[in-house]
């Protein structure tokens, strides 16, 4: 056995086994570096109303773990995913926000909660099968985009810190998903030729408006095309709508929560576009692996496989008693289409290495 294999056999990992082929692999690959390694299915809150597909995925990651002669672990999780994602992603919606549940299904489920637990219960290190990479940098831990840049998440994990990172290991973040699939069919997984999950993480597929519609009641209101100031249809609630989303053939460009009115454009500028150009940028529950710098150039993005826009930072300003930062700032790019959607994550970059981000309000 080679010298790392013999060091990697007294850390014991346990993988989040999604019944998927990326933590399949995962898994795998940890298992021939000789690390300890136990897979954990985690079960969470399911709606009624929506087709139960976790028993079916759970017999997929047992078998893996079976043809992997690995220990599995079922873990509870119901209450900390319903508290933690689906509640606070309903709280946001009925606010007018458009909030991003994948980020804090990662946040609060898989390296919360479970991070804790595995921790608690003998773990080195937890492994997922996300499309990142955790980089030591100047003896510090980073998270790097992945490899396969169409299928790259780190945009989901801006609210890990250093000390989380410590502990995590991205086993699939520096392949191509073509590869990934290339190594489950020659060792012979069941799940090599399964189809990607789609939808609300852990949920799977639902859209989020009918999701939405089963715990906030329908509300008609205007829809207002704001080149001839005049009504073109109506709406089922703003709840349900965000900035950037076409109705009617046109895009929102604004929504009035409190006369419930949505404002729309041929074109994705407009009155809430122009407005966020121009005024600071406000950002909550922020977190950065690097302080940020005024006079230093990032690349932001403001939702998941958005195109980067460069800014220059001129001012920041820290409200700690509200958690809230603030962020003069100016353009570097031509084309200053941002969408900005409060609620949604706006994650800085250098280059490949993430450094943090925030929500935006």
């Given at each position: 056995?080679k ?35 136990t897979?954990v ?14 028993k ?17 672990i ?9 508290e ?7 709280r946001?919606?009925k606010k ?23 921790l608690?219960n003998?773990?080195d290190?937890?492994?997922?099968g ?11 831990n980073?998270l ?57 993480c ?6 989020v ?8 009641k ?14 073109i ?8 709508y ?5 109705i ?13 009115i ?12 122009k407005k ?42 820290e ?12 353009f570097?790019?031509?084309?200053k ?25």
């Open positions: 056995m010298k790392n294999n013999l060091k990697n056999k007294k850390k014991k990992v346990f993988v989040g086994m999604s019944g998927g082929v990326d933590s399949s692999v995962s898994a795998l690959l940890l298992k021939k570096k000789g690390y300890d390694v897979g299915f985690i079960k969470v809150w399911q709606p009624d109303f929506i087709e139960c597909t976790w079916e995925d759970r017999r997929d990651a047992m078998r893996v773990c079976a043809e992997l002669d690995i220990p599995f079922t873990l509870d999780l119901e209450k900390e995913y319903k933690g994602v689906i509640d606070y992603m309903i946001e919606y007018g926000r458009t909030p991003n549940p994948d980020v804090f299904c990662n946040k609060e489920v898989k390296f919360g909660a479970f991070l804790s637990w595995a608690k003998g773990a290190f937890v492994a997922t996300h499309y990142a990479q955790n980089k030591v940098i100047n003896k510090n980073f790097v985009k992945g490899k396969d840049s169409s299928k790259d998440q780190s945009y989901f994990l801006w609210t890990l810190n250093k000390k989380q990172l410590e502990k995590i290991i991205f086993p699939v973040g520096g392949l191509l998903k073509k590869d990934i699939r290339k190594i489950a069919e020659e060792n012979n997984l069941v799940t090599a030729k399964k189809k990607d999950s789609q939808g609300l852990f949920i799977g597929k639902i859209d408006k009918d999701f939405l519609k089963e715990y906030i329908n509300k008609k209101g205007k829809i207002i095309d704001t080149k001839f100031n005049k009504k249809g109506e709406h089922d609630g703003v709840f349900f965000t900035i950037g989303e076409k009617n053939g046109k895009y929102i460009i604004e929504k009035d929560n409190k006369k419930n949505l404002y729309v454009d041929e074109k994705l500028q407009g009155k809430d576009i966020f150009n121009e005024k600071d940028m406000f950002l909550e529950n922020s977190n950065f692996t690097e302080v940020l710098e005024v006079g230093k150039i990032y690349e932001v993005q403001e939702r998941y496989h958005a195109k980067e826009v460069k800014i220059k930072i001129n001012k920041i300003k409200n700690k008693s509200k958690k809230e930062l603030s962020i003069k700032y100016s570097l790019n031509k084309n289409n941002f969408d900005y959607t409060s609620g949604q994550s706006l994650v800085f970059y250098k280059k490949e290495k993430l450094i943090g981000g925030g929500i935006m309000i």
